[in-house]
């Protein structure tokens, strides 16, 4: 298991193999030039905004989320109501949230602006967090994160131009050193590691440097558990297992927990009857000798683990491609569960993926 406390720092598990610690080696490498290419002089900064609501107005219960869009839109449209939008409501504090869906979709996208906008200070209605990103892939995109900032940056500049105070203050705090910094970073190899992780979470969340996490990104969650050569009953256990604990640590320590997961497909059998028609063929096309019938294979994209997560997660969004919408860069959410459910006067929302990163469509 391996934590990036900043970029030049590396700890290591004793269980890694000699050829793991090179190569890891060699990806700290990359990103360490990575990280000293980029323009000292231009700090970035982040924005997050994180509004008081209530989750059962019956009961006056308070819910916190941090809102993925709303401020950022608003900053650079100035007068959009992101209301019915509702990825701006649904990653709550105290709550896991599933974002699946096929590849390309914007998942890992979505939780790199999550990983960003959790950095506002309290002072401009935040939660002055910092983000846990857990890698299963080895992927981790430094330069898209990197990009992503400097959009905000500038947004949020924009927004305090008239304050001189405010300005001084982020150009001050929010030096690339130090926002890099409130990113932390756990690249997991295997499921051993995972396990470990997961058992010694609760302990690293209680203290430094991981004591100011609002968010946890897992990226993803399932993916060493599908490779396991385990049962189905035991990898069911341990992935409902992990997701439980996980529930209870955002609700003790009150952060919002995301959890990415990849998509599968599943075959589903049917009988097709061949109905009395001319030429042969499958019935309703008016075709074929009555009395056949043929067995088909229908696939079907479903989230991995898909009803195991469902029954443990608090909210599940389904992110998909828009094929009605010619643009390349608009997707479609669908809120499939969550807290908010019954708020909403539509489950479904579009959004936009641009060099600046994620935005709303009205």
């Known amino acids: 298991m391996r934590y990036f406390n900043h970029l030049d720092r590396l700890q290591t598990e ?60 608003v900053i650079r449209q100035g007068q959009e109501d992101m209301d019915e939008n509702f990825l701006d409501e649904i990653f709550g504090i105290g709550e896991t949230t599933e974002i699946c869906g096929l590849a390309a979709t914007g998942k890992t996208q979505i939780c790199f602006q999550l990983c960003l906008n959790v950095q506002l200070p309290k002072e401009l209605g935040g939660v002055d967090g ?3 990103y857990v890698d299963t892939h080895g992927d981790f995109a430094l330069e898209r ?6 959009s905000l940056r500038q947004q949020v500049l924009k927004k305090i131009d008239k304050e001189p105070a405010l300005i001084k203050k982020y150009k001050e705090e929010f030096s690339i050193d130090r926002i890099l910094q409130k990113v932390k970073f756990v690249r997991i190899l295997d499921d051993n590691q995972q396990s470990l992780f997961h058992n010694q979470l609760e302990d690293r969340l209680s203290n430094s440097p991981l004591s100011k996490v609002k968010i946890i990104i897992f990226d993803t969650l399932s993916e060493h558990f599908k490779l396991s050569d385990i049962s189905y009953q035991e990898r069911k256990r341990i992935i409902s297992q992990a997701l439980m604990g996980l529930l209870e640590l955002a609700q003790k320590f009150q952060i919002s927990v995301v959890l990415i997961n990849n998509m599968k497909l599943q ?19 008016g075709m074929g000798n009555a009395g056949s019938g043929l067995i088909y294979q229908q696939s079907k994209p479903e989230p991995m683990f898909g009803e195991d997560l469902f029954q443990c997660v608090t909210n599940r969004i389904l992110l998909e491609k828009d094929h009605q919408i010619s643009e390349d860069n608009v997707f479609k959410a669908k809120l499939i569960k969550g807290s908010i459910a019954n708020k909403q006067s539509t489950n479904t929302c579009h959004f936009l993926i641009t060099e600046r990163g994620i935005s709303s469509i009205l």
């Open 267 to 285: 075959k589903k059998d049917f009988q097709s009857e061949i109905g009395g028609g001319i030429g042969g063929g499958i019935s309703g096309m």
């Open 14 to 73: 004793p269980m890694l193999q000699n050829d793991q610690i090179e190569q890891l080696k060699k990806e700290l490498m990359r990103i360490k030039e990575l990280y000293e290419s980029l323009d000292k002089e231009n700090p970035l900064e982040f924005s997050l905004s994180v509004r008081e609501n209530y989750k059962d107005d019956s009961v006056m219960q308070k819910r916190k989320k941090i809102q993925l869009m709303k401020e950022i839109q």
């Open 130 to 132: 910092e983000a846990l």
């Open 145 to 150: 994160m990197t990009e992503m900032a400097k």
